[in-house]
């Protein structure tokens, strides 16, 4: 699978601009091949108020993290989720850089992976804070996130997610250019 297409596979949502960001790993020969293209990508993307960045190297995967700038900005804005990362060391009020910055660290450094991601993905506050609190387990709806709150609501969204990989790959997969399938912000 190229670059492109695992784009359009795992982060259709925020290409079309109904989702803050999505998270996958993907597998480059190098490091090099892995900043060349995604400095290429971010020349496209970018202007469309989109952007990647790679969050964490081990061995030849690669985490990837695209997301929509502004919607990102405007969810860090709010005061819980602000005092919700403050209590794991994040930055306040500050560039979204900074933000993406101190994550990297914790994959780096902690043992445990940092489930508080969730929020620089979209997910609901209080379903960030159930899974941290319950490992996991005991969710009432798994889709995108596992969802503890209001279920009905989660599984919508779960649907509206993957009906919108599935059309993306879809209109790709029938010869649509990756850029003319940008959604701008």
């Given amino acids: 699978m190229s670059f492109e297409e695992s784009l359009i596979c795992h982060a259709a949502p925020t290409l079309a601009g109904i989702k803050i960001a999505n998270l996958y790993s993907f597998k480059f020969s190098s490091s090099a091949e892995c900043q060349l293209t995604i400095s290429h990508f971010n020349s496209i993307l970018n202007s469309r108020g989109i952007y990647i960045e790679l969050l964490k190297n081990d061995g030849d995967f690669y985490l990837i993290y695209v997301y929509r700038k502004s919607h990102l900005q405007q969810k860090l804005l709010d005061s819980?989720?602000?005092?919700?990362?403050?209590?794991?060391?994040?930055?306040?009020?500050?560039?979204?850089?900074?933000?993406?910055?101190?994550?990297?660290?914790?994959?780096?450094?902690?043992?445990?992976?940092?489930?508080?991601?969730?929020?620089?993905?979209?997910?609901?506050?209080?379903?960030?804070?159930?899974f941290i609190e319950t490992k996991g387990k005991n969710c009432i709806a798994c889709g995108d996130w596992k969802a503890y709150g209001d279920e009905e609501t989660a599984k919508c969204i779960f649907c509206k997610y993957k009906h919108c990989r599935e059309v993306y790959m879809s209109v790709y997969g029938s010869g649509r250019k990756f850029v003319d399938m940008l959604v701008s912000a």
């Fill in 80 to 130: 819980e989720i602000q005092m919700f990362l403050m209590e794991y060391g994040y930055p306040i009020k500050c560039e979204i850089d900074k933000y993406l910055n101190f994550l990297k660290i914790r994959l780096c450094n902690e043992k445990d992976f940092p489930h508080e991601i969730g929020l620089l993905l979209g997910y609901p506050l209080a379903d960030v804070k159930a």
